[in-house]
């Protein structure tokens, strides 16, 4: 028998789980490192509360959906474990998880039923592979999220895919700026090994992100400690890579970004724009990185959400994300028809 249970004292970084999160086709955002530290440090802070739901055939795994529970407005909300820091939302399905909920409608309801009272379930923001899984999951229509994704694919040589992919003149300044910076300081960059170095560079990179993005969550002391901690823990087993460019022993810029079966997931970057502005810092992160990215074997760089237009100049590839607005009850049904904009809105 296939049921659907609530777990909440789950162990992500149990083998069972590392077995079914590696053949699932989830995101770097569902990795055990990732969630562990999303629930130990950063949902407490916001009154959330560890919603966990597996799918398991007697004792088998075979699926896993991290949620969290919290209370806003007087509602009850289900929610995917986003907090405004996780760029993709899915569930961690098995092929015969997949297979069961196609076969058979009425688990989902099961599904929904092991969630326990709430007046709405929001899941936000899902890639279109993605969107199917919840889909089957709860029985409801994906709607537009207002924003895409954005990822470029990667082949060597270098030199041939950046003629390929990069806008012309883009491609010329930064190869221009950069040659000519090289050619006058001594210019570094560098990926963290050092377990005390993560901290540090996280804290220069939110100095120099300060005052720069409205909202920037990272501002805060919670979201900051969770980078903090996601980037050395990750920094130690291949999850998360933090990259520091230096001009004469200046810090000139830092990257912070998650890697998963081939795709880099660009999260973070903060650069020094008062004292290395004319170099364009941020360009020759990105373009750098790639370029060692492509070298270790990596298929994909994702710029992940957000329309940012120097996006599409690297050669790019839009996803439109989806989200899903279930209510549970009247409260639910209500607050959907009453604030149904500010609820598609708010994902902090």
Known sequence: MIEFRQENHFDFSSGEYADIFAASGATAFQSPTWLENFYEILAPHRGAEKLVITLRKKEE???VVPLIRRTKSGLTLIESTDLGVSDYASP???QTARAALQKDPTLAVTFINSIGPHDMLRI???LPDHASDWQSLILSEPEDAGFGAHAVDLSPPF??????NLDRKLSSMVARKGKRWKKQHQVVLQKLEIAEDFAKAIKCLVHFRK???DGDPIQTSEVEKFYAAVAREGGGNGLAETWVLSSDNSIAGILFGLTHQGRFYYLLIGADYDNHGRHSPGLQMYDWIIEDWMARGGTSFDFT???EPFKMQFGTHASQM????RPNSL??????TLFGGKLRRTHG
Not at 159 to 164: A, G, H, I, M
Not at 322 to 325: E, H, I, K, V
Not at 331 to 336: H, V
Request: proline share 3%; aromatic share 10%.
């Open 159 to 164: 030199e041939q895919w950046r003629k390929d």
């Open 61 to 63: 795994l075979l699926g």
């Open 322 to 325: 989806s989200r899903f607005l």
């Open 331 to 336: 409260k639910g049904r209500l607050a959907l």
């Open 305 to 307: 959400i957000g329309d």
């Open 124 to 126: 936000q923001p899902a």
């Open 211 to 213: 005052g720069r993005f």
């Open 92 to 94: 961690v399905l098995t």
